[in-house]
Nanobody, 120 residues
Framework: QVQLVESGGGLVQPGGSLRLSCAASGSIFSIYAMGWYRQAPGKQRELVAGITSGGSTNYADSVKGRFTISRDNVKNTVYLQMNSLKPEDTAVYYC??????????????WGQGTQVTVSS
């Protein structure tokens, strides 16, 4: 069974930094696109950043220049480096990955979410 486990969330002051990690485990053939989403209270879940298996990236306009997504294909892990954090970045952050596994075929998998709170 494929699992995505996130870590690295927490409380940080405005202007600070956090690094989120998301590791995929289980029986995996291949991992294709990976990404980070976030959901603030009362709002819809939105894409923050995505990265293809080849390393191409895309970002939401609100985080361009502040956040950087990267991945380690050996460790099956995706990262989100968040700098110059703002209160409006406060949300639950979820990782997502398109994974080909022998049990489930190709499917979209989600992590459990990690809380990021930006506040003084």
């Amino acid at each position: 069974q494929v699992q995505l486990v996130e870590s690295g969330g927490g409380l940080v002051q405005p202007g600070g930094s956090l690094r989120l990690s998301c590791a995929a485990s289980g029986s995996i053939f291949s991992i294709y696109a990976m990404g980070w989403y976030r959901q603030a209270p009362g709002k819809q879940r939105e894409l923050v950043a995505g990265i293809t298996s080849g390393g191409s990236t895309n970002y939401a306009d609100s985080v361009k220049g502040r956040f950087t997504i990267s991945r380690d294909n050996v460790k099956n892990t995706v990262y989100l480096q968040m700098n110059s954090l703002k209160p409006e970045d406060t949300a639950v952050y979820y990782c997502n990955a398109d994974i080909l596994s022998p049990r489930d075929g190709l499917g979209s998998h989600w992590g459990q979410g990690t809380q990021v709170t930006v506040s003084s």
